[in-house]
């Protein structure tokens, strides 16, 4: 099975928790949109009725208006019964990183709103601790002085190898996201220790908005694996 195929097995086994009359957060990312598609598949063929989606980026959005998905969002519907969404990251206590595709801001807004958070992943996100990778652990930062809020990050997780960089948008400049700031990749060659320590220290940093660890946040992570698919509940 190819990568994505495992990514769509994943989100097609979430889209079985929804219920008609749910309000819904819908995820972003590759694994996220074959979830979105599912629901929007259903609904056009009557098996699910009065979805309300709110969407986590622009792009799940415009997915949703394409699909007829009927959307709202946190302002309106400031709890919301489940919300179905992909992760970089897992780790054995159901901790995520998130946000490689740049979206976490409003991701963990509305997971954050959320009574359940089933996570949907391929068996390659699983980790056994987070950060550890080497892949980047993303920071939305403010653009104003961003060098000198990468430097903070930096010099916070320097005993872990960090190298912070500017995410661009693959033309040369800076990559935007929804909400107008840019994200700083932290690089790291080692744990950052204790995650609930490393996250307090990152959003106490002034031009920091949000990071893209999504600690206690999931309820649920289901993995599709070449051995088949395993439902992990918190
Ligand atoms: O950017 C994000 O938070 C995405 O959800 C990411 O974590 C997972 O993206 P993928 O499903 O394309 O791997």
């Known amino acids: 099975l190819t990568q994505d195929e495992l990514k769509k097995i994943a989100a097609y086994k979430a889209v079985e928790f929804v219920e008609s009359g749910m309000v819904l957060g819908l995820g972003t990312g590759s694994t996220a949109k074959h979830a979105v598609d ?7 063929l009557g098996k699910l009725k009065n979805i309300v989606g709110i969407p986590t980026s622009k792009k799940t959005q415009e997915q ?6 009927p959307l709202s969002d946190l302002d309106s519907h ?10 970089d990251e897992v780790d054995p206590y159901l901790n995520l990183v998130k946000g ?42 403010v653009p ?34 929804d909400n107008g700031n840019y994200i700083v ?7 950052i220790g204790d995650l609930v320590v490393a996250s307090d220290g990152i959003l106490r940093i002034a031009g920091v908005v949000e990071h893209g660890m999504f600690l206690d946040m999931a309820t649920t992570v289901i ?4 051995l088949g698919i395993t439902i992990n509940n918190k």
């Open 38 to 44: 599912r629901i929007g598949d259903l609904l056009r």
């Open 64 to 69: 949703a208006v394409s699909l007829g998905i």
């Open 78 to 87: 400031p709890s919301i019964d489940l919300a179905i969404d992909g992760a």
């Open 100 to 141: 490689r595709g740049g979206s976490l801001l409003r991701e963990k807004m509305v997971e954050g709103a959320c009574k359940k958070f089933v996570c949907i992943v391929d068996e390659s996100k699983l980790v056994n601790h987070l950060g550890g990778s080497g892949l980047a652990m993303p920071v939305e930062v």
């Open 144 to 177: 104003f002085c961003w060098k000198f809020t990468a430097r903070k990050l930096q010099n916070m997780f320097e005993s872990s190898g960090c190298v912070a960089k500017l995410r661009n948008d693959g033309k040369g400049e800076a990559f935007v996201s």
């Open 185 to 191: 990749d932290l690089y790291l060659k080692k744990s």
């Open 223 to 226: 993995v599709a694996g070449e």
